[in-house]
């Protein structure tokens, strides 16, 4: 079991190294000099070289790297070149509408995915599979932004029982807040709920066809109990799989989703700052969000390790 | 007073039918022996009984468990019968335990299920039987998982998972198939007694004769989902009225006759004449890591294979015989340069085979070709017979051109029975015997030297097993192949081999003529092995004593 979460851990922060050598350079190479962006079209050549002295954007490549590294790892992300305030405190300050808003759509999609999988599962061939399948394949070719449009349309505009859009801020109460973030976040875990139950359907499938399920019923068990308690935890790895690699999607349609509805979230402030040139503010969120979905694998592996004991080994 | 009755049960899956009218019955205490070929109906006859049949199944007649109308039972009904008062034993130990559940779970389920007792109390009910079925607490505590067992370890729970609450009647569908001789008869040994004990019936599904005429009272034969043949064993296998029942027995017990070979005749099984042999194996070992025991720290290595040394002669054939685990299949990956040994020589034709690159390798692998036991995974579902069957010629100095190796092909498909226009069909569309001999028109068609046949035909009826054996006869007469034979069925080795050599853990203990071997082992490891194997003639012959 050490060792098999330690080998995990060992690949995690070698992608995490990887990454950050890919971000970094990309970013080296986009067009666009943050100093002269900065001073405006007007300013000279001698103050743009100035300002570029004094952001350090003129000491050698490694150096920059390591001192940009080394400002990770301390939580010191730099200045922005355009708010002119610590990284930091814009991440943060976004961070409180970002996560949550992640976190929402991801459990509202595994709400929504696992019992229509399961439903559909039990009832392979049948009419409310074909619904139920109907609707995920429906919903996995429809974008987000236009289930978005639609919510907005419908529980905003026409029912009223939501703000189309904005952030109160946590400070103006709980409710509120959560009350602005529902909308998205159904926008953005209604195509993830889509594949996922499709993922949940087919993983079913192949597992009641398994031996060890004919066994459970052959105890007498009746055909629901064994769907739960046999099949459902072994059909868990490929769902859980693809929980994680949709989870970077989930965040990359956060930047959509919030520029849709308008909120104060990290997918706007990355998208902002890259319409700004403001190359630090990019690298930070890009890698904070690198950072998350490594870590979100890593937590996969753990829970492979947790549903399946071969991956433990005798304890 | 019958347990199990079944009456006229006809079956048809999604329109085909496949079973025609079939008849059966059970009395408790009783052991009924259902044998039959591979799609003869026998698991579906089974499966109809639990209830436990495939979507569009449609039955017809009657079948009757201790009073109640099973055909026409609820699906509560069922439930409540299934695993109470019915178990039944899957063929495939492997995979018949879900991987992620502990026995303890997995036994103790069950008896929550039926019996509504608590967790302690049904724990502690699995426990006995868990001990009953040969399991004891010291070395397999509930909280195992079934990846930590062996397969016959495996299904000694599956067992005690149908056994738990003593049921009426077992159900055991080829309960020792996938088990190797030794563990067959404890299996079987361990049914026998269950079934004594608590007065079940049992019904035992097999495809051996030999293991059904050991265990059953009175015999069914199926063949193409009727009833062919019934009544008390000894007097269906000694009279053999119906010339079914003959043909099965018959081909159970096929020996085929051999051309004796030249080459093989002078061959030495001390091993003294060195001179001239084919393979030549010394001090061949290979280690396998051990288990971690911490991030830094390993376990003292499993000597897979250790310290093997012996030779073939050209034209011979060897059996490698022995328990399942004991290195048979890691010996022969070695002999044909598949694993690499850990120390130890392979001569092959003179020449070393250790330590070579690929490159090197490919005048040898021209001379040694393999047959797996297999036959329906070994081949590419997306490739026709022509490529299939011509895939080990790249390893020829000239590659052939397209029509030398239709040629090629034609004749190797002509040399195993199969006819020319059989190379442009796809894998699916031969029956499992036809596959297997595709499998050996590709282990000759480089006329190799050596063919390594790693239980080559314990997958298939015993029929199709006879025919296969008397084309592995053949082609040693007629091509004065060598054959390296592993298999854990002693009928086979005396069937096809010269010598036997029995390995046991790792180590070949013992070695000579096959029939002097067999028949009287000196070793241990070869005494178990006699002594497990079934044998139709001596199992017929207590039968005819015990029945009259």
Redesign the interface.
């Known amino acids: 079991m050490?060792?098999y979460l330690?080998k995990r851990l060992g690949i995690a922060t070698v992608t995490l190294v990887l990454a950050s050598l890919v971000v970094f350079a990309v970013l080296e190479i986009v067009p666009g000099d943050p100093a002269r962006l900065m001073l405006g079209m007007n300013a000279s050549e001698a103050q743009v070289e100035q300002l570029r002295d004094q952001m350090g954007l003129n000491a050698p490549l490694i150096e920059r790297y390591l001192h940009w590294v080394s400002g990770l790892l301390s939580l010191d992300f730099g200045r922005s070149y355009t708010y002119s305030v610590p990284v930091i405190d814009l991440v943060l300050e976004r961070v409180v509408v970002s996560l949550p808003l992640a976190l929402i759509a991801l459990a509202l999609s595994t709400a929504i995915a696992i019992p229509v999988g399961l439903y559909s599962a039990s009832r392979r061939g049948a009419a409310g599979d074909a619904v139920a399948m109907g609707a995920a394949q429906l919903g996995v070719a429809v974008p987000n932004f236009w289930f978005a449009l639609m919510l907005v349309y419908l529980f905003a505009v026409w029912l009223r029982w939501v703000p189309a859009g904005g952030f109160p801020g946590w400070s103006a109460g709980v409710w509120p807040a959560l009350k602005s973030l529902l909308l998205p976040a159904i926008a953005l875990a209604l195509p993830q709920a889509a594949i996922l139950a499709r993922v949940t359907r087919s993983a079913l499938i192949e597992v009641l066809n398994?031996?060890?399920i004919?066994?459970?019923?052959?105890?007498?068990?009746?055909y629901r109990?064994v769907l739960w308690?046999?099949a459902l935890?072994?059909a868990l790895i490929p769902v859980v799989t693809i929980m994680g690699l949709q989870f970077a999607f989930l965040l990359a349609g956060t930047i959509i989703i919030e520029n849709v509805f308008y909120l104060p979230g990290l997918g706007r402030l990355v998208f902002q700052a890259i319409t700004q040139r403001d190359l630090i503010v990019v690298e930070s969120v890009v890698m904070l969000l690198v950072a998350t979905v490594i870590a979100v694998n890593l937590l996969v592996d753990f829970t492979y390790a947790i549903?399946?004991?071969?991956l433990r080994?005798?304890s | 007073m019958s347990l199990l009755e079944v009456e006229n049960l006809s079956l048809s899956i999604d329109e085909t039918p496949i079973l025609k009218s079939v008849e059966l019955s059970v009395a408790p205490g009783e052991v009924i022996g259902l044998v039959g070929e591979s799609g003869s109906g026998k698991s579906m006859t089974a499966l109809t009984v639990m209830r436990l049949l495939p979507h569009l199944s449609r039955t017809s007649g009657r079948v009757t468990f201790d009073g109640i109308d099973i055909l026409a039972a609820t699906e509560d009904q069922m439930c409540a019968l299934r695993g109470d008062d019915i178990g039944m034993v899957f063929q495939e130990p492997m995979t018949a335990l879900n991987p992620v559940k502990t026995i303890g779970e997995q036994v103790a389920e069950g008896i929550r299920w039926h019996t509504r007792a608590g967790r302690a109390e049904a724990e502690e009910r699995a426990r006995r039987i868990l001990d009953r079925v040969g399991l004891p607490e010291a070395k397999f505590p509930l909280s195992r998982y079934p990846h930590e067992l062996s397969g016959g370890q495996r299904q000694r729970v599956v067992i005690a998972i149908a056994c738990a609450l003593k049921p009426k009647l077992l159900i055991a569908d080829e309960p020792t198939t996938a088990l190797d001789v030794v563990l067959q008869a404890q299996v079987l040994d361990l049914l026998r007694d269950l079934v004594a004990e608590n007065h079940m019936g049992l019904l035992l599904i097999s495809h051996d004769l030999a293991v059904v005429t050991e265990m059953a009272d009175r015999i069914t034969i199926l063949r193409h989902g009727q009833v062919m043949e019934a009544g008390d064993t000894a007097r269906v296998l000694s009279e053999q009225v119906h010339p079914y029942t003959r043909q099965l027995t018959q081909a159970s017990m096929h020996v085929p006759e051999r051309r004796p070979n030249a080459a093989a005749h002078h061959a030495s099984s001390t091993g003294a004449d060195k001179q001239g042999a084919l393979l030549q194996v010394e001090k061949l070992t290979r280690l396998y890591p051990g288990r971690r025991l911490s991030l830094l720290r390993r376990g003292e290595p499993t000597r897979a294979v250790d310290d093997v040394s012996f030779s073939m002669m050209p034209g011979q054939s060897v059996a490698l015989v022995g328990r399942s685990g004991c290195g048979k299949s890691t010996l022969a990956r070695m002999v044909l340069a598949l694993d690499k040994p850990s120390s130890g020589s392979i001569h092959f034709r003179g020449e070393d085979l250790t330590g070579k690159s690929e490159a090197d390798l490919k005048p040898a692998r021209r001379n040694m070709q393999v047959v797996f036991q297999d036959p329906y995974g070994s081949f590419d579902p997306r490739q026709k017979v022509e490529r299939l069957v011509a895939e080990p010629l790249h390893v020829l100095d000239k590659v052939p051109t397209r029509r030398e190796r239709r040629e090629m092909v034609a004749h190797a498909l002509h040399e195993v029975g199969l006819a020319e226009p059989d190379m442009d069909k796809y894998p699916h569309e031969f029956s499992g015997g036809q596959r297997q001999r595709l499998s050996i028109a590709r282990a000759i068609i480089t006329r190799p030297k050596l063919v390594v046949a790693d239980e080559p035909v314990s997958a298939l009826d015993v029929s199709i097993r006879a025919q296969i054996l008397d084309l592995f006869a053949e082609l040693n007469g007629k091509l004065g192949v060598a054959y390296l034979f592993i298999t854990h069925d002693l009928t086979v080795a005396r069937a096809i081999t010269d010598e036997v050599m029995v390995m046991h853990e790792g180590r070949i203990v013992e070695r000579g003529k096959t029939g002097e071997v067999l028949d009287h082992p000196q070793s241990e490891a070869a005494q178990a092995l006699v002594a497990a194997a079934p044998d139709l003639h001596r199992a017929i012959a207590r039968r005819m004593q015990e029945q009259g």
Do not use: C, L, Q, S
Not at chain 1, 307 to 310: A, E, K, Q, T, Y
């Open positions: 050490i060792a330690a398994e031996d060890y004919r066994t459970a019923r052959a105890k007498g068990m009746p109990a308690r046999h935890r072994n549903v399946d004991p071969r080994g005798r």
